[in-house]
């Protein structure tokens, strides 16, 4: 008999999969739908689950990105390492922080983004051309924990705010952003699943099959993020965050 509850799950894993691996922010579709899934599991529990997942799908992105894009690790490099320490802090406190007033925050900053990225046609339509200095290395790390701290906490959207971050701070268009923001957040979720696989909180026997789903998902997310390009993804990246929004003022209000 078919569990009606693990394939609906294993679609929103899909979906997760799909909008991760182009702009980023699966995890506002995961979380919710491993959390109706499992309603007893602790917070921990679910995302340690989620983590698994997410790593998975990541790992099977950033395979595809590899061979078409060129990666800077002089900047690449210390943003993963700073984002890699944050993670595994910001697991290590996860039961400490209030997550209302994280989510608070995270919502305010969406916003932000959206109405940023909505008045500025053009950011993100190509690279711009900015020097690889101290400057940006120390950039580079300080968002990159500030974000990785976050994933850690409860990273959903993290990915959507590191594609943020590689475009407007960074100056790189969408889609080399994209695949910037996988290599850190696979950083990222396995800080993050060393702290949650040792502590038991993964749900194994769940974890790998939506694993499996959000990889098949990631493999499309990658083909239509290369195939249409940046405009492709400023559009659904502007998408995302206002369902972001929306979804996140009905929890919240």
Known sequence: MIDTTMVVLGGFAFCAGLIDASVGGGGLVQIPALLNALPHQSIATILGTNKLAVWAGTASAIGRYIPNIAFKWQLLLPT???????????????DQ???????????????VMAIYTFMNKTLGAEQ???SWGLKQIVLGILFGGLIGFYDGIFGAGSGSLLLFMFVKVFGFNFVQASAYTKVVNLATFTSALL???PSGHVLWHIGWLVALCNVSGSIVGVYLALRYGNGFIRWFFLMLLMLLITRMALTLF
Do not use: H
Not at 97 to 111: A, D, N
């Open 195 to 197: 702290f949650f696989i």
């Open 128 to 130: 711009t051309k900015v």
């Open 97 to 111: 922080v209030p997550q209302t007033l994280l989510r608070y925050g995270v919502f305010v900053l969406l916003i």
């Open 80 to 94: 993963l390492l700073s984002a890699f320490v944050f993670a595994f802090l910001g697991a290590c406190i996860i």
